[in-house]
Structures are given as structure tokens and as C-alpha cells.
């Protein structure tokens, strides 16, 4: 057969198991090149809060308002978006976020680290020849199948989430990280959700190919990852530009992709309700009625000579879930008590992943020179409670 007549279109929809039953074992060179090479980047999923779109411009007024800086950090850093410009403009870029999922997924992309491209090939392989109907029902499957997942990807995903446990010994922390960001990135395109884990979609879930593809995987030797809370990272950094992008509303990130927090985890811990989550863990001050306390506590004890905020105008939500802790007139008046403060706005259409409607939405980044004295003045009584 003249596999050069194939269309590549055509044969990235095959599983590696149909496209050898279909045109035999020399398909495999095409196959990968199909789909491993076309690698999921880091904006591929989907995410609340998203600033993959704004990313551009919000990078590039930093740029033009800040000067003689030579680090940064991301201190909620969500899906990485801004993280991934940052990298290529400072000396040393801060990456942090409390999620265990977000944690793996920076590693993934940005961290530092030896792989081997064929060895993960070899098992992407190996996951993609898998046939549902010879595995056993396993930990994913019976939480998670028939309701974020048709039954057979369940059993898909657990089964290739088990046997990454298993030979992690054998990996290098790179490639382990790679294999489940990986997993992950491949799995939120057949989820049977409108985006996030809140809730499953309740109809019958029609079958969907898993097909496990590669991140576009990188490695940058001025990148330091953290996972911890954000008021005790400002706490034990010094960086040219903090750019804070907090949580808006009521909806706890932990809770809203905790399907992925299990997955990364693998503890395989009850998980309980409708919704099948796990304990609380990674709860919000952000999401909560001391949203204001928190975030005074942060700009008043961050080390840098900048403070970026970005926030938007959900406060003006129809939905009571969707509307900010902290208002934008706070946000001001508690930056201009920190140094000179200026603002700039950008209209755009957010990722919405229900029915909440959001009237001539805007993002507005607030840009701060530091000045430590004025700062320290005004907030003395937080700065005495440590």
C-alpha cells in the first residue's frame, strides 16, 4: 500500500490498535507522526479564569509600564498562560499554584529535567494499543464512569494512570510529569462536562476514542516551580514584578477540577456524593467573605518592586456565584496606598463554562510601582500581625 496517499487528517481520528488493523503495522511511523507531533500547548484546555487570550497584552503592557526588572512571579498561576510569556523575558520566573494538577502541569511544560522523546513514544504506544474490554474496572472507572467519562475511556484512563504509578520508579520526575500532564490534556477534550468537574452532564454519555497525545513539553532553566499558598509565597520571595491574578467568586478551584486533584494525587481515597469529590482540601480564602483581608495581606507583605493585579468586572454577574469577593474601587484604593497605580482595561469575551451572562466584560490590570515607605505606613497593623 502507498501510505504516502493517506490523508494525515484522516488518520490522526484512528486509534493506533484500528489504524494497524487497517493498513498493518507500517502505519506506525504516520500514526505518530499524526498525532504525536501534533502536541497539546499549554492553552489547550479548558480552564475558568483563562488568560491564554489576554496573555499577549497583558505581557506586553508589563513591558512597556515597568523597567530595569529581571524577575517575576506568577503567584496564582492557574493554567500557566502568562507563566509561558514570562519565561522568555526574565532571568528567573516564580511559578505557584496550591493545586496538585496545575503543580504537575508546570513541570511538565517548563520544568527542569532529562526525557527521553522515545521511551515516552514507546509508552504512548503501548497506551493507545489498550483495549477496554480486556481491563478490569479500577478505582477511575468506578467513581468516575458513565458520568464524566463513557465507561470504556474510564477504564482507559485508570488502567494508564495505574501503570504510570507503577513503573515511576523507572522514569525520570520529567517524564513522569509529561506522561500525566499528558493524560490529563487528553482526557479534558472527551470529559462529559461543560469544562469543569463541578458536576457531569446528566444524559447518556455517548462513546468517545481516547487517544493519548503528547504535551508540548519544554524545559527552562530559569524557572522555580512552587505549590504553596500564595500570602506565604510573598512572604519568602523577592522578585522585580508580581503579577497577582486571584480567584474571583464563591467557585473553589480544588473543587471545581478535583477529578484531575485525584488524578495526580493517586491516593485513592473515598470519594463521596453525586459529584464524587474527595474531601475538602485547597480551600480559598479568595472564595470566601475574607477574600479583601487576604488580599490586603498580600500586597502588604510582597517583596517586589512591582505588583501587577489583574481582575475583572464579573463583579457585575447576574449569577451570585460568578460575582467577585473583592470589589474594583477596593482594588484601587488598596494599591494607591502602596505607590504610584496605573490602570488599563481590555475588552473580551471570557471562557464561560455555564449560563452566566456577563454584560461588556473587561479586564483591567492595575500596575504598581512599590513605594515601601508610603506602603509600610499605611499598612502597619497588618505588617505587625506577621
Request: glycine share 4%.
Amino acid at each position: 500500500m502507498d501510505y504516502s496517499k493517506i490523508n494525515i487528517e484522516d488518520i490522526e481520528t484512528y486509534t493506533l490498535k484500528e489504524a494497524i488493523a487497517e493498513y498493518g503495522n507500517e502505519i506506525l511511523p504516520l500514526w505518530r507522526d499524526a498525532v504525536y507531533m501534533k502536541s497539546y500547548r499549554l492553552e489547550n484546555r479548558r480552564y475558568i479564569g483563562c488568560k491564554a487570550k489576554l496573555a499577549d497584552w497583558i505581557i506586553g503592557t508589563i513591558q512597556n509600564e515597568t523597567h530595569d526588572v529581571t524577575s517575576f512571579c506568577d503567584i496564582f498561576a492557574g493554567t500557566g498562560s502568562i507563566s509561558n510569556r514570562a519565561v522568555h523575558l526574565y532571568d528567573h520566573v516564580i511559578v505557584n499554584d496550591f493545586l496538585y494538577s496545575n503543580n504537575v502541569i508546570y513541570k511538565a511544560f517548563f520544568g527542569k529535567g532529562e526525557w527521553n522523546k522515545d521511551r515516552i513514544y514507546s509508552l504512548l504506544d503501548a497506551f493507545n494499543s489498550i483495549e477496554p474490554d480486556n481491563i478490569r474496572d479500577n478505582y477511575f472507572s468506578d467513581n468516575y464512569g458513565d458520568k464524566y467519562f463513557d465507561m470504556a475511556s474510564a477504564k482507559m484512563i485508570g488502567h494508564v494512570r495505574d501503570v504510570i504509578e507503577d513503573i515511576k520508579n523507572i522514569l525520570t520526575e520529567k517524564e513522569y510529569c509529561i506522561l500525566i500532564a499528558s493524560l490529563i490534556y487528553s482526557i479534558d477534550r472527551i470529559a462529559n462536562t461543560l469544562g469543569h468537574f463541578d458536576a457531569y452532564i446528566k444524559k447518556d454519555i455517548q462513546p468517545k476514542k481516547f487517544i493519548m497525545r503528547m504535551i508540548d513539553a519544554k524545559s527552562f532553566d530559569n524557572v522555580e516551580i512552587l505549590q504553596d499558598d500564595a500570602n506565604a509565597v510573598a512572604r519568602e520571595i523577592h522578585t522585580g514584578v508580581v503579577y497577582l491574578d486571584p480567584p474571583y467568586n464563591s467557585r473553589q478551584y480544588s473543587r471545581f477540577y478535583h477529578v484531575y486533584e485525584v488524578l495526580v494525587k493517586w491516593d485513592k481515597q473515598e470519594l463521596i456524593g453525586e459529584a464524587r469529590k474527595p474531601k475538602e482540601e485547597h480551600m480559598s480564602d479568595y472564595c470566601r467573605v475574607k477574600a479583601f483581608d487576604a488580599f490586603k495581606d498580600l500586597v502588604a507583605h510582597v517583596d517586589s518592586k512591582y505588583i501587577v493585579v489583574s481582575y475583572n468586572n464579573t463583579y457585575k454577574s447576574k449569577s451570585s456565584s460568578s460575582q467577585n469577593k473583592i470589589k474594583l474601587e477596593q482594588i484601587h484604593d488598596l494599591l494607591g496606598k502602596c505607590g504610584k497605580t496605573k490602570v488599563f482595561s481590555h475588552s473580551h469575551n471570557p471562557f464561560n463554562a455555564g449560563k452566566t451572562e456577563f454584560d461588556d466584560h473587561k479586564e483591567f490590570l492595575f500596575i504598581t510601582e512599590i513605594d515601601n515607605e508610603k506602603r509600610n505606613r499605611a499598612f502597619s497593623s497588618v505588617l505587625c500581625r506577621g
